[in-house]
């Protein structure tokens, strides 16, 4: 079964506490995305990969890390400085990067909480 | 659910009936639009695409228009079933560049 699956659906960070989202995709994807997503907005970009190794960030990149080591894998780290990290986040991939028509696929999101 | 679209434009139908959904974006240059479904606690399901060079797309009971000249996107679907009540967005692109996302419209089936 083909997708994108990410990890935990849910989580809870207590404040000053690092955490990290996982993502996955056997779509044998080039690029990967993470998002956040939060009531009454559009997705905002936090960072981007378009290969292994590599990686930019996205409109709102502060207080969050990632990495990109396997193809299949992207996973996102939310750390103490990002000052308001309560939201919905979605991880994606697509073919090849946005530029070149390729739709993103998404993952079913990680609802994180900060208590 | 999930507590996305809290304070989104709600769009209420009646069952059997055509729902029209609206996107204005933002870049003249924009060439490539997608629109997409999102229940709740979900992420995101792709629906249907255009690009710049169309001005119409039919998919599946869906309908995408483009109208360039005034930056405005929007997707009919025909005969709104219950399963179509979720959060509708519009994507758009700038070749090169990365996708800008709309904050989306609820769409509301009633029986």
């Known amino acids: 079964d083909g997708g994108i699956t990410q990890s935990p659906k849910y989580l809870f960070r207590k404040e000053g506490q690092n955490v990290t989202l996982s993502c996955e995709q056997n779509?044998?994807?080039?690029?990967m995305y993470w998002y956040r997503q939060d009531p009454g907005q559009g997705l905002r970009l936090i960072y981007y990969s378009q290969i292994v190794n590599d990686f930019q960030k996205g409109d709102i990149a502060e207080g969050y890390s990632v990495s990109r080591e396997k193809k299949e894998s992207f996973p996102l780290t939310v750390t103490s400085a990002q000052k308001n990290p309560t939201a919905f986040y979605l991880c994606?991939?697509?073919?090849?990067?946005?530029?070149?028509?390729?739709?993103?696929?998404f993952g079913p999101g990680t609802r994180l909480t900060v208590l | 659910g999930e507590s996305v679209g809290l304070h989104l434009p709600t769009l209420s139908v009646q069952e059997g009936d055509n729902s029209i959904i609206n996107c204005a974006y933002s870049?003249?240059?924009?060439?490539?639009f997608i629109w997409y479904k999102q229940e709740s606690g979900k992420g995101p399901q792709f629906i249907i695409d255009?690009?710049?060079?169309?001005d119409k797309r039919q998919g599946q009971r869906v309908t995408v228009l483009l109208n360039k000249t005034v930056k405005h996107l929007s997707l009919q679907i025909a005969a709104t079933q219950p399963g179509d009540s979720a959060v509708y967005f519009c994507a758009e692109n700038n070749y090169g560049q990365n996708f800008v996302f709309g904050p989306g419209t609820r769409l509301s089936v009633l029986p």
């Open positions: 779509l044998n994807h080039d690029a």
């Open positions: 255009i690009r710049s060079n169309m």
């Open positions: 870049n003249s240059a924009s060439d490539y």
């Open positions: 994606a991939s697509s073919l090849g990067t946005a530029s070149s028509y390729n739709e993103q696929f």
